[in-house]
């Protein structure tokens, strides 16, 4: 394909890559925001927000091999949901050439490059050649989100950091193993273990190093508040970071019903994220009510909720130690109630997030 295909609808481009079969690492999704930020797309940003990391995904005619019941790319959803969203948004592919080369046009307005993995066989090898050619020639840096389920040596990880990945990504999703298994393993026949995936974590941070690797989870599948607040402990104590996600759900997967969790329960637990990564506060001196709430936790939290910097999209950093990653409204649609701010919260905002921070809770005391 020549990249004047810029110019053509997305309609008219997804059928040439399908009757031509074309697949990674020759074409390359990236999400609705990165293409309009490389004015693949038009549009405008909601506030005036701004993408900072271009976000890149991998993609095969087969589809990702993983059947993850809240996900977008899950293999079950029909030909005609299958593939068009993931985590909400929507990822119109291009030639990976395209991308390069708008990306170099661009990279003033970028702070970092993340390309995810799917589940499948190429995956790995594909990632590896893609990442270095975009470490040789972008001048950002670069997170990987792997495919754990495809990694099983530590000569792997040592792989993706030679080939130029600075920042390691897995995508844990649930707070518990049980909910695990029920919407990623044995529950939806599904490839992936969570021992496995946490034995990736364990061997990411030694390769990678501490604060070098980042754990995706998803607030709302099932998981009480405690439990989600001892997750979060945990990967800090492993020396990784946690990138929080609302859960939203996608239409055709297997959750398309379910139903998202409450804005005050996601602040609790951007707060709580917050605090426990920047060893403010530790999930073991939280207080839990008898609904497993956290109402108290165990410090004065107003000047960190005034900053409105806990309710911010958290993820991995640019040369400036500042988030590079914020996804802009990837949790929600834009409007006056937002999931994570792509931007600092303003005084009206932070006001609202007061007011949906203890909305919610039910009476009864129980310390951790």
């Not at 990880?157 to 518990?176: F, M, N, W």
């Not at 911010?312 to 988030?323: I, L, N, V």
């Not at 937002?338 to 600092?344: C, D, G, I, K, S």
């Not at 006001?351 to 909305?359: C, D, K, T, W």
Request: charged letters at 20%; proline letters at 4%; one cysteine or more.
């Amino acid at each position: 394909m020549s990249n004047t295909h810029a110019d053509r609808s997305q309609a008219e481009l997804t059928q040439e890559i399908e009757d031509l079969g074309l697949e990674s690492p020759e074409v390359i999704q990236t999400s609705l925001a990165a293409a309009m930020t490389l004015g693949l797309k038009g549009g405008i940003f909601y506030r005036n927000a701004k993408l900072t990391c271009l976000n890149l995904l991998l993609t095969y005619q087969e589809g990702c091999q993983g059947r993850c019941g809240y996900c977008g790319l899950e293999q079950k959803r029909s030909e005609k949901t299958k593939g068009t969203t993931f985590i909400r948004v929507a990822w119109p592919t291009y030639s990976f050439d395209l991308i390069l080369e708008r990306t170099k046009q661009y990279q003033n307005s970028l702070k970092r490059i993340c390309l995810s993995m799917i589940t499948h066989k190429r995956a790995f090898e594909d990632s590896l050649s893609l990442v270095s050619r975009l470490h040789s020639e972008v001048d950002l840096p670069i997170s990987i989100l792997c495919a754990p389920t495809l990694i099983n040596k530590t000569e792997d990880l040592q792989k993706l950091k030679e080939a130029g990945a600075d920042q390691l990504g897995v995508s844990i999703d649930t707070a518990t193993a049980e909910i695990f298994q029920e919407y990623r393993g044995k529950g939806v026949r599904g490839p992936h273990r969570w021992e496995h995936y946490w034995e990736i974590l364990r061997k990411g941070v030694a390769v990678f190093g501490q604060g070098q690797v980042s754990v995706h989870l998803i607030v709302g599948l099932g998981e009480s508040e405690q439990e989600m607040v001892m997750a979060l402990q945990q990967v800090h104590d492993l020396g990784a970071v946690v990138h929080l996600f609302s859960f939203y759900p996608e239409p055709g997967s297997a959750l398309a019903e379910k139903a998202a969790p409450s804005l005050s329960q996601y602040r609790r637990m951007q707060l709580a994220r917050y605090l426990i990564m920047n060893d403010l506060a530790s999930a073991r001196t939280m207080c839990f009510n008898s609904s497993e709430q956290v109402y108290d936790f165990g410090m004065d939290v107003e000047p960190y909720v005034a900053s409105g910097q806990p309710f911010r999209t958290s993820g991995c950093p640019g040369h400036d130690g500042e988030t590079a990653c914020n996804r802009p409204y990837g949790n929600e649609r834009p409007g006056t109630t937002l999931a994570n701010y792509p931007f600092v919260p303003n005084l009206q905002d932070v006001e609202q997030i007061r007011g949906e921070l203890y909305a919610g809770l039910m009476e009864g005391v129980e310390q951790l």
